[in-house]
C-alpha cells in the first residue's frame, strides 16, 4: 500500500480519469482560482478511496492520514488529527475567526485551504496557489515563488 | 447593470447553503437550454440523461451533484428565476470569475437588474469581461482595467 499523502506530497490517481499530484510548499496552502478545476473533486477522491479501503476492494492507497471538511459540523474533527493533511473545502462559507485561529497555531498538520477570499491565514503569498489540469494531472501552480 | 455587494451583513439571502440547495431541491428534469449551456461553459459537462442527472464530465460519468460550486451557484440563480422569486439576493463568494462572468451574462440575458449578487472577493471582478456593476450602491465599469473597488 502505498501513502498518497507524504513528505509534503499529495499523489493518488483514481479510476483511469483522474491523476492527483500535488506538491505542497509549506504548512498552510490556499487554493483560490476558477471554478470547476477540481477543489471539490479532490475531496471527493480522497473520501472514495478511503471507502474503498474500508470496502476491502484492491487497496493502492493509504488515506489515514488525510482528513477532508466540507461542512461546519466536521470541523472540531482537525483537533484530533496529528501529523496529516487537512483538506479544507468550501472554506469561504463556514471556516470562523476561531477555527483560522487554531490552524495558524497548529504546527502538527498540513492544510489544504479552498478559499478566495483573504482568511487572515498569516501565509506568504508564496503559499497561494490555482490547481491546474496539466496533460490530465491535476497540479498546484504557485501564483508566486519570491525568496524572503 | 450587476448588482454587488461585498457584505452579506443585514441581507436575507434566497438561498443559505448553496450546495445543500442544489443537491435538494434543483433537478435536470426542468433544465432548459441555458442551464445545459451553463454546464458546458463552466464545467465542460454535457447533461447525458434529464431523468437522472447523469453527465459526462472532463473527469468521468457522473451526476449533477458533483458540479463545481461554481456552476451550482448559477444554476440555482436560474432555478430561483424559473420559480419568479422576487428580489433574488444570492451569495456568490464561491464562484471563480469564469462562473462569475457566466453567472452575469445570464443575469444580462434575463434583463434582471433586481437581484443583488453578494461577493466577499472583490478581485474576481477584475477578471470578468467588462460591464457595468453597481457595487455597494456605487456605479462602477471598466473593472478589468483595474479600477480599486468600494469597500
Known sequence: ?148 | MINISTNAENKELSIGDVESFFNYKVTASHFSEQDIKVLSDIDDAVLLDKNTGAIQTPFGITDITHLSTGCKTVLCYLYLRRKETSSIILDVTECGYNALDVLFECVEKQGDSDSVFVLRHKQGLIKCKDREYTINGHSEKNLNKGVVLYG
Not at chain 1, 479501503?53 to 488525510?66: L, P
Not at chain 1, 490547481?131 to 490530465?136: I, M, P, S
Request: hydrophobic share 35%.
Open chain 1, 1 to 148: 500500500m502505498v501513502r498518497a499523502f507524504d513528505d509534503h506530497k499529495l499523489e493518488i490517481r483514481f479510476h483511469d480519469n483522474v491523476y492527483i499530484r500535488l506538491v505542497i510548499r509549506g504548512r498552510i496552502t490556499q487554493i483560490y482560482g476558477e471554478s470547476a478545476t477540481g477543489k471539490s473533486l479532490l475531496g471527493y477522491v480522497i473520501k472514495a478511496t478511503e471507502n474503498y479501503n474500508m470496502n476491502n476492494h484492491d487497496i493502492d492507497y493509504d488515506v489515514s492520514n488525510i482528513m477532508c471538511i466540507d461542512s461546519k459540523d466536521k470541523i472540531d474533527a482537525i483537533k484530533g488529527m496529528t501529523g496529516g493533511l487537512i483538506i479544507i473545502d468550501r472554506a469561504d462559507a463556514f471556516l470562523s475567526q476561531e477555527d483560522v485561529s487554531y490552524i495558524r497555531n497548529d504546527k502538527n498538520n498540513t492544510y489544504l485551504i479552498m478559499s478566495r477570499c483573504n482568511l487572515d491565514l498569516g501565509i506568504s503569498p508564496n503559499y497561494y496557489a490555482e490547481l491546474v489540469n496539466n496533460d490530465g494531472v491535476i497540479e498546484l501552480k504557485y501564483e508566486y515563488s519570491v525568496e524572503g
